[in-house]
């Protein structure tokens, strides 16, 4: 029965220490307040503790009532930024002049932009750390339910992971440190992070239309991501950048009620 409503997660068993799954859109099409209640109730059985995510479009909202009825809570809506990078206006003015996204106050010659040398191994853990610290307004950082401390942890794994794939890594450097790195896979900007000591520089937009003219030098067409509507400052970057919004969907989390509480969510 499971089969058929559940999609096993294993980085996410990796990351919150019990089993996860992701309830299956074509479950969610068509979904079952009872035979959801039994498929989460024989998962519970089987190892005390679970967690299940859904991710629900508008067009699948007549799924809520069952999805909150088995116990899902709602933790947040995420919507999909994408640009064509030669329509892009911002980013043409950035190629012409660069340095005009720098903030007056930051000398222009401090800054740098690499691709990660995954033989650098001071880098990598300068990404890892960033990715441990910059995390604040995800959906796991949001659900009451969740650990601080699991919530930026999930980061580190996330990235420990796409540093041991073919993911690319640019950074931004500041006086040859590494302030801030951006993980993508062709067109899509899978996850960037800033250190928290340069969240507030104002070299966002510097980074990010870097990132952005780096892609369209390769011959990319577009860029597209994903990002939590929770996130302002982030979503006010994308707005500043000339990103356009598409696909709106609401996220729900699933605990089992003995993982609700403190330190008890670990095996």
């Known amino acids: 029965m499971a089969e058929?409503?559940?999609?096993?997660?294993?980085?996410?068993?990796?990351?919150?220490?019990?089993?996860?799954?992701?309830?299956?859109?074509n479950f969610i099409d068509s979904a079952d307040k009872g035979r959801l209640a039994c498929v989460l109730a024989e998962k519970t059985a089987q190892s005390n503790k679970l967690f299940v995510q859904a991710r629900v479009v508008p067009e699948q909202f007549?799924?809520?009532?069952?999805?909150?009825?088995?116990?899902?809570?709602?933790?947040?809506?995420?919507?999909?930024?994408?640009?064509?990078?030669?329509?892009?206006?911002?980013?043409?003015?950035f190629q012409e002049n660069p340095g005009s996204f720098v903030p007056k106050r930051i000398n222009f010659d401090t800054l740098g932009f690499k691709d990660l040398d995954r033989n650098d191994q001071a880098a990598c853990e300068s990404v890892k750390r960033i990715a441990a610290e910059s995390f604040v307004k995800d959906r796991f950082h949001v659900d009451p339910r969740c650990p601080e401390h699991l919530a930026d942890k999930r980061f580190v794994y996330w990235v420990?992971?796409?540093?041991?794939?073919?993911?690319?890594?640019?950074?931004?450097?500041?006086?040859?440190?590494?302030?801030?790195?951006?993980?993508?896979?062709?067109?899509?900007?899978?996850?960037?992070?800033?250190?928290r000591k340069y969240s507030a520089s104002g070299l966002g937009d510097y980074f990010w239309l870097s990132v952005l003219a780096n892609m369209a030098s390769e011959n990319l067409t577009q860029a597209h991501t994903r990002i939590s509507v929770n996130n302002i400052p982030v979503l006010n970057l994308y707005v500043r950048?000339?990103?356009?919004?598409?696909?709106?969907?609401?996220?729900?989390?699933?605990?089992?009620?003995?993982?609700?509480?403190?330190?008890?969510i670990l095996l």
């Open 4 to 25: 058929n409503c559940l999609t096993y997660l294993e980085y996410e068993t990796r990351n919150l220490g019990m089993p996860s799954y992701d309830l299956t859109q």
């Open 62 to 93: 007549s799924a809520l009532t069952a999805i909150e009825a088995a116990g899902f809570s709602f933790v947040e809506t995420t919507v999909d930024p994408y640009t064509v990078l030669s329509k892009n206006s911002v980013l043409r003015i």
């Open 160 to 195: 420990e992971d796409l540093l041991k794939g073919d993911t690319l890594f640019q950074l931004l450097l500041y006086d040859d440190d590494v302030i801030g790195f951006m993980a993508s896979k062709g067109q899509h900007l899978i996850l960037a992070g800033f250190s």
């Open 241 to 264: 950048l000339g990103f356009k919004f598409r696909d709106p969907a609401a996220m729900f989390h699933y605990w089992s009620n003995d993982v609700t509480s403190g330190h008890n």
